[in-house]
């Protein structure tokens, strides 16, 4: 029976040829991401060897065919590998169609698992478009869709949500509507209550400088007045100069960002390294990190596995109805 305190926790080890599988050996290694869950990890068995020796670990990789009794051990590391990819050495620092095709295996292999409620989060280590690229797959990626999913970043006591992500912003100024602020503030309320957050402060920032347009007149306040109307705590629109910093003084517990820069800025500036990324409105907890493949500095020993190891605590928080950790 699955600890409600200390959940399964899933994790895709993210590309094979990138430092998905280094950080994430190095993750489990600090003996932390137990502390709060208890680890699964969906790839290569022989993808994790390789990351563990050139991590100067210790710890013996686990494979497994199917899902069984975890060993729930710092110094084991249990790896699902149904395989998907061939033991045969693939290499390094470059896309590939067979490292692709693995990924998506992997990814379907992970929602199977959340969807039958065998682990209680996801978490994805750095996957390459690349790869999936090359073999038609790039579909497996979840991606945020204005008014069904959102993307947060956290780092510190700054946390941002995003009512659009890869969006011109002449078509940010053309889709905001009161019924969007009011879905994307149900959502992240709701999240934030699942999470076990007891205040739930979300201010929404203005489009314009100084929250000072049409936009906020006639989409952004409205739809923060019907929120509000349903026991929302949401304030706003608030002047976005000013917003990421009050949030991180704690006036607030979340920020909804307006589009990708506003909320992607403040975040990287505030603190890059160990920020991690939850995608709110997906079929179950969901988080992964905010920096790529590095293929340049694959096996040298020179991977930050921070934002890796904050994705797998906050996967474990989160899912146990605890809220953040106290220090990512």
């Given at each position: 029976?699955?600890?409600p305190?200390?959940?399964?926790?899933?994790?895709?080890?993210?590309?094979p040829a990138?430092i998905?599988?280094?950080?994430?050996a190095?993750a489990?290694?600090?003996?932390?991401?137990?502390?709060?869950s208890?680890?699964?990890?969906i790839g290569?068995?022989?993808?994790?060897?390789?990351?563990?020796?050139?991590?100067?670990?210790?710890?013996?990789?686990r494979?497994?065919?199917?899902?069984?009794?975890?060993?729930?051990?710092?110094a084991?590391?249990?790896?699902?590998d149904?395989?998907a990819?061939?033991d045969?050495?693939?290499p390094l620092g470059?896309?590939t169609?067979?490292?692709?095709?693995?990924t998506?295996?992997?990814?379907?292999?992970?929602?199977?698992?959340a969807?039958?409620?065998?682990?209680?989060?996801?978490?994805?280590?750095p996957?390459?478009t690349g790869?999936?690229?090359?073999?038609g797959?790039?579909?497996?990626v979840?991606?945020?869709?204005p008014?069904?999913?959102?993307?947060v970043?956290?780092?510190?006591p700054?946390?941002?949500?995003?009512l659009?992500?890869?969006?011109?912003?002449?078509?940010v100024?053309?889709?905001?509507?009161?019924?969007?602020?009011l879905?994307a503030?149900?959502?992240?309320d709701?999240?934030m209550?699942?999470?076990?957050?007891?205040?739930?402060?979300?201010?929404v920032?203005?489009?314009?400088?100084?929250?000072a347009?049409?936009e906020?007149?006639?989409?952004?306040?409205?739809?923060?007045?019907?929120?509000?109307?349903e026991?929302?705590?949401?304030?706003?629109?608030?002047?976005?100069?000013?917003?990421?910093?009050q949030?991180?003084?704690?006036?607030?517990?979340?920020?909804?960002?307006m589009?990708?820069?506003q909320g992607?800025?403040?975040?990287?500036?505030?603190?890059?390294?160990?920020?991690s990324?939850?995608?709110?409105?997906?079929p179950?907890?969901h988080?992964s990190?905010?920096?790529g493949t590095a293929?340049?500095?694959?096996?040298?020993?020179?991977?930050?596995p921070?934002?890796?190891?904050?994705?797998?605590?906050?996967?474990?928080?989160?899912?146990?109805?605890?809220?953040?950790?106290?220090?990512?």
């Open positions: 029976m699955m600890d305190h200390r959940p399964v926790v899933g994790t895709v080890i993210g590309d990138g998905g599988p280094e950080v994430v190095m489990l290694t600090s003996g932390r991401v137990h502390a709060c208890v680890p699964l990890l290569s068995a022989a993808a994790m060897e390789r990351a563990v020796m050139a991590t100067g670990g210790t710890a013996r990789v494979a497994m065919r199917s899902v069984e009794p975890l060993s729930d051990d710092p084991i590391i249990d790896i699902l149904t395989g990819l061939p045969d050495d693939l470059e896309d169609a067979r490292g692709g095709e693995a998506a295996q992997w990814l379907d292999e992970m929602d199977r698992l969807r039958d409620g065998t682990i209680a989060a996801t978490v994805l280590a996957i390459s790869s999936l690229k090359q073999v797959k790039l579909s497996k979840i991606s945020p869709a008014g069904e999913t959102y993307l970043l956290v780092t510190g700054l946390r941002v949500a995003h659009t992500d890869h969006m011109p912003l002449r078509q100024c053309e889709i905001i509507t009161p019924d969007l602020i879905r503030l149900r959502a992240l709701a999240a209550r699942g999470w076990g957050l007891p205040r739930r402060r979300i201010a920032a203005g489009l314009n400088p100084h929250a347009g049409s906020e007149l006639d989409g952004i306040a409205p739809g923060i007045e019907r929120a509000r109307a026991g929302i705590d949401a304030i706003g629109p608030e002047s976005p100069d000013a917003v990421f910093r949030c991180i003084e704690g006036r607030y517990d979340m920020v909804l960002a589009y990708h820069d992607h800025i403040a975040v990287k500036t505030w603190g890059f390294s160990g920020n990324v939850i995608m709110v409105g997906a179950y907890i988080v990190v905010a920096h293929y340049d500095i694959v096996g040298t020993g020179k991977a930050d921070a934002m890796m190891l904050n994705a797998m605590r906050i996967g474990g928080t989160l899912a146990s109805g605890a809220g953040f950790p106290d220090d990512v």
